[in-house]
């Protein structure tokens, strides 16, 4: 091999190494570029018997500088980032919605509650009367609004999950593509091909989560967090969005691939579409069905409250607010022909949590829709005995197939459809509907106090009653009895109760009696004023107040513990990208180096090349003399 081609495959040599390093600076900052290394190999020798003689250098290869185990934890650590900021982003939007004090609950809600109180004080005054309809309605539009901003967000997440399910398909269908073109040898496939296919790999990833498993001979497979395929050699999956069986307006993944449609969950999803399932199954939907529990709990006990008062025409109250009864949405796939009606049957046992019913073989069985867990029930569900699950009555109508299955929504409807009943404010029933008197023949210090009225559906409740005494320890009503009495016990009968202090004298009489209409006792609407602090949640250990405050903790917390969650994996993402960027990332300072290293190479070998030519032209001229 003669000099000038020992020099002229140098220069080739290295002017190839510096168009490989210009290409490394070029793309510092493109995303997913990995660092290109030229490795350099002796060219064979050549045998002149005396001995061997060396022929110079080659381009034995180029590399990328990718290391597999940093390229895999970025993968993994990319997915859950992706899951953690999609979670924490739009549970920090619920939050600032019950937080903010135009937006939030507690607002409406004191002052609704705070205008009773105001009617307390003034029981007959219209201004009161009308400023405590205004502030019910003003709650129940408050109850509707976060109601529609809940839908809202639902319905955001259904778009978010067509529009991901279509990127997802055509990232999936591109690295499929890409394994194509790679063949059966990675090694010599394009540097940059690659690269495009590493990044098309933690796109997709971003938003499903998973894993990338390298083939023999180059190709890439992808699979979801659950274990999914989306990517196997040449085969891409397809994602799709199809409707809830029981809630048609909600859409789910579902993964098509292999001549079967898979339905994808939170529990076989990461990334961004896993974090958007999450929300809706763990923050949304539950911070849903507790501001319904709360918008029925409240509607109820104020109607019951309400209930047992008597307004300015005389008569007693009625429902004050009106509030959806319990939905019920049959399975698409039943085949019998039954229907299910719910009320609410018992407020304090409410969860508000969705329930799922079955026909088994053995009879109907209810279980948590989200848990599975199966839940205690009794009652035939016919119309005198319904069934009885979590504070729900359910009656069965027609005839179910066996597998037949049912979703109840205890009370998904009720904060949208939440109204005030009445618009006449002389409606409101301020007043308690009896009042007791002393007889002023009474000789004994006996005083009644703390009438009310215990069930405003007796029939018996506005009919007069005589309490008499026949001596200090005993007394009659309308003759019946006698009856024991001690001081301060509340005595009951005809749907009232009262408190008798003091020790009565034998033919000491109380009468009860109606209430004259047009009155101005404030009885009821003290007691109406109050309800704001009974405790009527959770098997009667909260109150209303406190579910209030709970619902807004509760959805301040999620938001909170998904932002330290998502911190916290920015830094594991940080970390796991310097550990990629170590091996792969380019650095600027070490390809000048380079450069300055390969230029001075580059031109040695030009001198080389120089020198070839000074020796052959010294050849030529010695033949010419």
Known sequence: MSVLSTGTGALLAFQRALSTVSHNVANVNTEGYTRQRVDFATRTPIDYGYGYVGSGTKVADIRRMA???????????????????????????????????????????????????????????????????????????????????????????????????????????????????????????????????????????????????MQDGGAINVFTAGGQPLVVGVQASKLTTVADPYRPERLQLALDGGGSRTVLDQRVLGGRMGGLLEFRNTVLDPAAAELGRIAVAMATTFNQGHAAGMDLYGNLGGAFFDVPAPQVNAHAGNGGGATLQAQVADVSALDGQNLVLRLGDTGWIAMRADTGEALPMTGSG???????????????????????????????RAPGGLSVAISDPSRIAAATPVRGNAALSNVGSGALSGLRVEDASDPALLQDAVIEFLD??????????????????????????????????????????????????????????????????????????????????????????????????????????????????????????????????????????????????????????
């Open 67 to 213: 290391d597999e185990l940093a390229t895999s934890r970025l993968l993994d650590s990319g997915g859950e980032l992706a899951r953690l900021q999609q979670l924490s982003a739009l549970t920090s939007r619920l939050d600032a919605l019950f937080s903010d004090s135009a937006t939030n609950l507690a607002g409406a809600w004191s002052n609704f509650f705070d205008s009773v109180s105001a009617l307390s004080s003034n029981a007959a005054a219209t201004a009161e009367r009308q400023n405590v309809l205004a502030e019910a309605n003003a709650l129940a539009t408050r109850f509707r609004q976060l109601d529609g901003h809940i839908a809202s967000l639902d319905s955001e997440i259904n778009n978010s999950l067509l529009a991901g399910a279509s990127e997802i398909s055509r990232l999936a269908a591109e690295i499929a593509r890409i394994n194509g073109e790679v063949g059966s040898d990675a090694s010599k496939a394009a540097p940059d091909l690659l690269d495009r296919r590493d990044q098309l790999v933690a796109e997709l990833v971003g938003y499903t989560g998973g894993t990338a498993v």
């Open 472 to 625: 200090a320890g005993q007394y009659t009503i309308d003759g019946a009895g006698p009856f024991a009495f001690t001081p301060g016990q509340r005595i009951s009968a005809n749907g009232w109760s009262v408190v008798l202090d003091g020790i009565p004298a034998a033919g000491d009489q109380f009468t009860i009696s109606r209430a004259a209409p047009g009155s101005g006792d404030n009885g009821n609407a003290t007691r109406l004023a109050n309800l704001d602090d009974a405790r009527v949640v959770s098997g009667g250990t909260i109150s209303l107040n406190g579910a209030v405050g709970g619902l807004t903790t509760m959805v301040g917390s999620a938001a909170r513990q998904a932002e330290y969650a998502a911190d916290a994996q920015q830094v594991i993402h940080d970390d796991a990208r310097a550990a990629r960027d170590a091996v792969a990332g380019v650095n600027l300072d070490e390809e000048a180096a380079n450069m300055l290293r390969l230029q001075q190479a580059y031109q040695a070998a030009a001198q080389i090349i120089s020198t070839a030519d000074n020796l052959f032209q010294s050849i030529l001229s010695a033949v010419r003399r």
């Open 382 to 412: 016919t119309a005198a005995d319904p069934f009885v699950v979590a504070g729900i009555s359910l009656q069965v109508s027609g005839t179910a197939a066996i597998g037949d299955r049912f979703l109840v929504q205890p009370t998904a």
